[in-house]
């Protein structure tokens, strides 16, 4: 089972440029999520999806836009990179209290 | 609001010794709590949860965990640590509704490391 499949795995991008991050899903879960990993400080909620064609902010959701046009996909954009921004991304979907993560896509901007 | 306090941001111990990884929370609500772990390079993997129900929760790998109320603590325990275990690990509360289960807060991390 491929689970959560999350491309692209690494990306350097200059301040600016914009990127979209896919997530993709296989077992049919109504919830999704996009996550930010940043040294010393956890994981944090960027935007998160309860279903198709729904998307509501998380934590820190300022720079970011989220689609969930399929149950299966839930996409992550930056429209003008930022320094700031540079991080390790990681979807999610969850299941009866259960999250699966992706292996994160690491985004570097310069 | 959520806050989760993981003490220690880094714990040594020896192959064969007790296991102990710290978490607090702060909950206005009643709480679901995790602990996850994260393997270099990888996403983060569901070591045990604790919902309703029994304060003793046993999860993968031999780890456990007992959730004190009235200490708002979740700690991490293994009695006998394996050189496989190394890794980080991250405790997390949510809130008890069924939307909220994903959205979690995570606390900072704790990375273990095992010696021969």
């Known amino acids: 089972n491929a689970g959560v499949t999350q491309t692209p795995k690494f990306r350097v991008l200059k301040t600016g440029q914009s990127m979209t991050l896919l997530c993709a899903q296989d077992m049919n879960h109504e919830y999704m999520y996009w996550y930010r990993q940043d040294p010393g400080m956890g994981l944090r909620l960027i935007h998160y999806?309860?279903?198709?064609?729904?998307?509501a902010k998380g934590e820190v959701p300022d720079g970011y836009n989220v689609s969930r046009l399929k149950k299966q996909n839930f996409l992550l954009g930056l429209e003008s990179a930022a320094p700031s921004q540079t991080s390790v991304y990681f979807c999610?979907?969850?299941?009866?209290?259960?999250?699966?993560f992706g292996e994160g896509s690491r985004l570097t901007v310069l | 609001a959520q806050s989760v306090t993981q003490l220690g941001s880094h714990v040594s111990v020896s192959e064969g010794a007790l296991v102990l990884l710290r978490c607090n929370y702060s909950s206005s609500v009643p709480p679901y709590l995790f602990w996850y772990v994260q393997y270099p390079n990888q996403g983060l993997q569901l070591l045990l949860k604790?919902?309703?129900?029994?304060?003793l929760v046993k999860g993968i790998n031999g780890f456990e965990a007992e959730f004190k109320k009235s200490e708002t603590s979740f700690h991490l325990t293994k009695p006998s640590a394996h050189m496989s275990d190394a890794a980080e690990y991250f405790c997390a509360v949510s809130d008890s509704g069924g939307t909220s289960y994903g959205k979690l807060t995570f606390g900072q991390g704790t990375i273990l490391t095992v010696h021969p």
């Open positions: 604790y919902t309703t129900g029994a304060t």
């Open positions: 999610a979907s969850s299941y009866i209290g259960e999250l699966f």
């Open positions: 999806s309860v279903g198709e064609g729904t998307t």
